[in-house]
T-cell receptor, first 109, second 115 residues
Framework: QKEVEQNSGPLSVPEGAIASLNCTYS??????FFWYRQYSGKSPELIMFIYSNGDKEDGRFTAQLNKASQYVSLLIRDSQPSDSATYLC?????????FGTGTSLTVIP | EAQVTQNPRYLITVTGKKLTVTCSQN?????MSWYRQDPGLGLRQIYYSMNVEVTDKGDVPEGYKVSRKEKRNFPLILESPSPNQTSLYFC??????????????FGPGTRLTVL
């Protein structure tokens, strides 16, 4: 059983703060790691992907990967109320994708 | 517009009545997949397809069938639906499954209720 674990939250941060979302995975053979955002009642949309150890930055978002610790994180800088959503961590292992249960983020104006 | 479409968007049916949920993509993607999303369980992969006539089981394939006769279409078939298949279903596609980067594009979802 390949598992992806996330804190379900809810996580609340004030507007302008940094939101930190975490994810661990169980299969050391996992190759690629993705963060999706899902607004209530909508389908998931990709925010970031990462497959090498270290940090990857894209605008206000930074993904961090530590394969030795089997840990992926997403930092959202200067959080905005529009960032309020559920964030899904996904892992690609072989030809399959495994998703965490998601972390609910609320950004308080 | 590049997109993944699903039909129907909402469906209420009764136990045992066969149904098909259609999925179509216009991006010439090789990889297509079906997921179900349940509270507390997240998105779970039901079936996936690497290309035409190539399908494989995901984590929760029991009670479902798929086919991939054309590259653009990947229908999900429930031959005898049961109440435990009540869920929100998403179809997704990506260019291919090889390599490290595989952005999946998701359809709008199908909310299925089995009474």
């Amino acid at each position: 059983q390949k598992e992806v674990e996330q804190n379900s939250g809810p996580l609340s941060v004030p507007e302008g703060a940094i939101a930190s979302l975490n994810c661990t995975y169980s299969d050391r053979g996992s190759q690629s790691f993705f963060w999706y955002r899902q607004y209530s009642g909508k389908s998931p949309e990709l925010i970031m992907f990462i497959y090498s150890n270290g940090d990857k930055e894209d605008g206000r978002f930074t993904a961090q990967l530590n394969k030795a610790s089997q840990y992926v994180s997403l930092l959202i800088r200067d959080s905005q109320p529009s960032d309020s959503a559920t964030y899904l961590c996904a892992v690609k292992t072989g030809n399959q994708f495994y998703f965490g249960t998601g972390t609910s983020l609320t950004v308080i104006p | 517009e590049a997109q993944v479409t699903q039909n129907p968007r909402y469906l209420i049916t009764v136990t045992g009545k066969k149904l098909t949920v259609t999925c179509s993509q216009n991006m010439n993607h090789e990889y297509m997949s079906w997921y179900r999303q349940d509270p507390g369980l997240g998105l779970r992969q039901i079936y996936y397809s690497m290309n035409v006539e190539v399908t494989d089981k995901g984590d929760v394939p029991e009670g479902y069938k798929v086919s991939r006769k054309e590259k653009r279409n990947f229908p999900l078939i429930l031959e005898s639906p049961s109440p435990n298949q009540t869920s929100l279903y998403f179809c997704a596609s990506s260019l291919w499954a090889g390599g490290d980067y595989n952005e999946q594009f998701f359809g709008p979802g199908t909310r299925l209720t089995v009474l």
